[in-house]
């Protein structure tokens, strides 16, 4: 029997709407009891285009997940991504003016403070502060500073934020299925925390969920969070492209995608030709296989090379010894590691949820990662020793009642 209610995660993305529903044992091992998909209307870019279709797709997801894992759900954590989500390294400092200027708790605490009162954009509201190092008196990074000496006590937060109204469209949504939104989370923080091990976290990693709208990105250098962000471009732009480019209907593209999509160009194929049916007032055709390979090839690289760029500017590409991590829908396309691969010159390989059970065999995949790191989340915000993990910062609740 489980020792705590059941933890629900929902995910309003691009294509899928998807709620998982865990009970958590005395030991906080999650055993999940039910997953449902719901294909997404009205979402685009992981933000909501069209409420009223958002909200029939929530409302049918919430009812498929009480039927199969028999509960009642009456609130949820809700993953956030899209709304433009940014993240920027925010130094805060105060004096040390006790009389042998050591380190009390409360000094940590005042400029943990500090660091959080970023100047940002009216339209832009605060995920999370994500602590990175201490310094004294401006000298070599430390961990934890408590008991040192010093006159200047200061601190690097992560800042992560996004369009306010853009998220809290997501969050009505949620509230007008007359579910509870207990606490919200970047999506890409999430997939970090179902797939990584302190080992990799340590070592530093480039956590990328490959989504159907956005790709969010979350990056841990120098054994702390480094970077955070979303791009927004997803599978459904391949499917778009392919749908452009070979002159076919965007639901046969789709097909294709799957059916035949590479990340890679096998240039062995170059005579292998694909039948399409006539389709949706679209003439029937044969279109070559390299061709198909070929467009998404292009797409998939621009994307991956704009996360690059990202790190590259920020010069933390060489202190990333665990490679880079796949998680997401993006991961069912063939030869996407060995791409990713040649666009970072890391290793890769697909992330997959940890320490699960019940249903984890529908789960084990990397394109669960996401929702099933909400549900670690979750954890961490309802154990008292939350606080006392410094990598992840707890949001404040900004969007409850």
């Known amino acids: 029997m489980a020792s705590l209610p059941p933890i629900v995660a929902i995910e309003i993305g691009t294509t899928k709407v998807r709620v998982l529903v865990a009970e958590v ?3 906080e091992h999650l055993m999940i009891t039910g997953v449902r998909d719901q294909p997404s209307r009205g979402v685009r870019k992981g933000e909501i285009v069209h409420f009223d279709n958002a909200l029939s797709c929530v409302r049918t997801a919430f009812d498929e997940a009480e039927m199969q894992s028999q509960v009642t759900i ?18 805060g400092s105060v004096p040390l003016v006790g009389p042998e200027q050591e380190i009390l708790p409360d000094d940590i605490q005042h400029v943990l403070d500090t660091s959080k009162a970023i100047s940002l954009a009216t339209d832009r509201e605060i995920l999370h502060s994500i602590q990175q190092y201490f310094y004294v008196d401006d000298q070599q990074p430390v961990i934890d500073p408590k008991g040192m000496e010093g006159s200047k006590l200061s601190v690097d937060m992560l800042i992560v934020h996004g369009v306010r109204n853009r998220l809290r469209n997501t969050i009505k949504v949620v509230r ?45 250098a120098e054994k702390a969070v480094a970077m955070a962000g979303t791009i927004a471009v997803g599978g459904d732009h391949i499917t778009n492209d392919l749908g452009l480019g070979l002159g076919i209907p965007t639901v046969q593209a789709e097909r294709v995608k799957v059916e035949h999509g590479s990340a890679m160009v096998d240039l062995s194929v170059r005579g292998q030709n694909i039948s399409l049916p006539a ?6 055709r044969n279109v070559k296989l390299v061709d198909i390979q070929t467009i998404i090839h292009a797409r998939v690289y621009e994307t991956l090379s704009l996360v690059r760029n990202q790190l590259k500017e920020k010069d933390f590409l060489h202190l990333i010894g665990a490679g880079v991590i796949l998680t997401g829908s993006g991961c069912k396309l063939k030869r996407i590691e060995e791409l990713v691969q040649k666009v970072f010159q890391l290793p890769c390989h697909k992330g997959v949820p940890r320490n699960l059970s019940g249903l984890a065999v529908v789960t084990e995949g990397a394109e669960y990662a996401a929702c099933i790191g909400m549900l670690r989340y979750a954890l961490k915000v309802g154990s008292k020793e939350s606080s006392s993990i410094p990598i992840f910062s707890m949001l404040k609740g900004i969007f409850r009642k």
């Open 25 to 27: 044992r005395e030991d």
């Open 74 to 91: 009456n609130a949820v954590y809700v993953l956030l991504s899209g709304a433009d989500i940014q993240a920027g390294t925010n130094k």
């Open 176 to 220: 007008s299925a007359h579910v509870e939104v207990q606490d919200v989370a970047f999506s890409g923080l999430c997939s970090a925390l179902a797939v990584l091990t302190p080992e990799q976290k340590e070592s530093g990693a480039i956590v990328i969920d490959l989504g159907g709208g956005t790709t969010d990105y979350f990056v841990y």
């Open 279 to 284: 389709e949706g007032g679209f003439t029937g």
